[in-house]
């Protein structure tokens, strides 16, 4: 099966993208509120974001060996919000540069690891994990989106076709 990376290129521009909208957000809110435990599976906006950093440095090891700290499942990376916000626009940055040197050949691919989560060996094909990390981006911004909302607050347009980089084309 033959993947165009610039799909993969595309998706790494609405990660920053997107990630960007739920920081502007977030910084609407008090420290207090970004961690307060409104009921989703990782509890408040702050652990969500935490999770969402943990994914895409998690992926990123497996893709690049790029030595991302990552820790453990559902554990904070970071308690500092500053500190967090800048790792994980700092990661939307190595993403796009990764999703820039993307090759069909490399997508066509075998990604083989001992998952952390269960101990088991795993391969599949790359194209297959590299779509994953962007769907897991997705799911999880998802549920900022409703977290945001439940706190009265809007992130605004999160459809692919609205980025703005997109209009006039």
């Not at 893709?63 to 990376?77: H, W």
């Not at 269960?118 to 897991?136: A, E, S």
């Not at 911004?141 to 006039?168: H, K, N, V, W, Y």
């Amino acid at each position: 099966m033959s993947i165009d990376p610039v799909l993969y290129q595309r998706m790494a521009k609405y990660n920053a993208w997107m990630t960007g909208k739920a920081y502007a957000t977030a910084d609407k809110m008090s420290d207090a509120d970004r961690k307060e435990d409104r009921g989703a599976f990782f509890k408040s906006v702050h652990s969500t974001l935490n999770h969402l950093l943990f994914g895409d440095r998690a992926w990123m090891n497996q893709f690049t060996a790029g030595g991302y700290k990552v820790g453990a499942m559902g554990e904070d990376l970071y308690a500092d919000y500053a500190e967090l916000k800048s790792q994980h626009l700092a990661i939307c940055q190595d993403i796009e540069d990764f999703a820039a040197t993307l090759t069909p050949d490399w997508l066509d691919g075998t990604l083989e690891w001992t998952s952390r989560g269960d101990g088991k060996f795993r391969k599949r094909p790359r194209w297959i994990c590299v779509t994953h990390m962007f769907n897991h981006q997705t799911h999880h911004r998802g549920q900022l989106s409703t977290l945001f909302s439940q706190a009265g607050l809007d992130i605004g347009r999160t459809d692919l076709p609205m980025m703005p980089d997109l209009e006039g084309l």
